[in-house]
């Protein structure tokens, strides 16, 4: 049986910074959200640390600024160029068919970050996580304390 | 031969639990930090053995946020560093525990930032993930980082 051409398909998720989306090829699992635990000196995009296969991944926060909090259930852990990171998402991750959502001006969801996608009549703003955690590399920690990984 | 080989000393600053290696622990006092911080915090000594010995706030260097309760005798540990002794307050003692009680955390997310920075890699010891710490880079880091 021939695989599945899965670089079209777009994961769906909310969470306490909003509505998101991202593609379903840098998924690697959605599992329960683990404990997260506070490192200090972590960059502000960063909500805290989950422990996923012994390894301690970085949750990101996708908003700039604090959100009201939510109860996130599920992590969704994605695949970067150097790793692994952690979103968290309210419910458990929608993946439809491509039909179904729209990416307004593009047919390749890769190819229009910071832009949004119309899924179920609702905005969901589509994600690069490499450009998102290439800003992580470039936060100094001796810049004033962040707000950020100090509680949920 | 120390039988403190092998073994990490687990402490904690604020909400955040750090591990070092027991063999750079002279010792633990417990001090009133009020006559070693009243005029220069940066200056502030802690009388040890025949002498007197700078105290680092670690917690500064970490961004931990500040102790409400820093009116009250708080623990010092007493480290050894390679140009002498220095000693630092600590919120709670947690104990000295077997290497067998830590777990090996990777955290790529670390190496990926920029540095140097005070610590580099974490540990699980009882479901917590701690902060693992070098007595002597945080001797280096406190001077120029």
């Known amino acids: 049986m021939p695989a599945r051409d899965l670089s079209n398909r777009l994961v769906f998720f909310r969470n306490r910074d909003g509505a998101f989306a991202l593609p379903l090829a840098d998924v690697l699992a959605v599992v329960p959200l683990p404990k997260i635990r506070f490192l200090p000196l972590l960059p502000p995009q960063v909500l805290g640390m989950v422990v996923h296969d012994g390894e301690a991944l970085p949750l990101l926060r996708l908003a700039a600024k604090d959100s009201p909090a939510t109860v996130s259930a599920f992590a969704v852990i994605c695949a970067v160029s150097w790793g692994r990171v952690a979103l968290s998402a309210d419910a458990v991750p929608r993946v439809p068919a491509p039909g179904q959502f729209a990416t307004p001006g593009n047919s390749a969801a890769g190819e229009n970050p910071g832009r949004h996608v119309l899924y179920d009549q609702a905005p969901y703003l589509l994600l690069d996580i490499e450009r998102i955690v290439a800003e992580l590399s470039r936060w100094d920690f001796r810049q004033p304390s962040p707000s950020g990984n100090q509680e949920v | ?89 600590v919120d709670r003692v947690l104990g000295v525990h077997p290497a067998s009680a830590f777990t090996r955390c990777p955290a790529p997310l670390l190496s990926r930032l920029p540095g140097p920075r005070p610590y580099g890699d974490v540990e699980l010891w009882r479901d917590e993930l701690l902060v693992r710490c070098d007595a002597l880079w945080l001797e280096q880091c406190r001077r120029g980082i």
């Open chain 2, 1 to 89: 031969m120390s039988c403190s080989i092998g073994m990490s000393l687990v402490f904690r600053l604020g909400d955040v639990g750090f591990s070092l290696a027991a063999e750079d622990l002279l010792e633990i006092r417990e001090e009133d930090p009020r006559e070693l911080f009243s005029a220069d915090a940066s200056a502030a000594k802690l009388p040890f053995r025949d002498g007197a010995i700078p105290v680092v706030d670690l917690r500064r260097l970490f961004g931990v946020p500040d102790n409400p309760r820093a009116d009250r005798a708080v623990r010092f540990l007493v480290l050894a560093g390679e140009r002498g002794n220095w000693a630092t307050p």
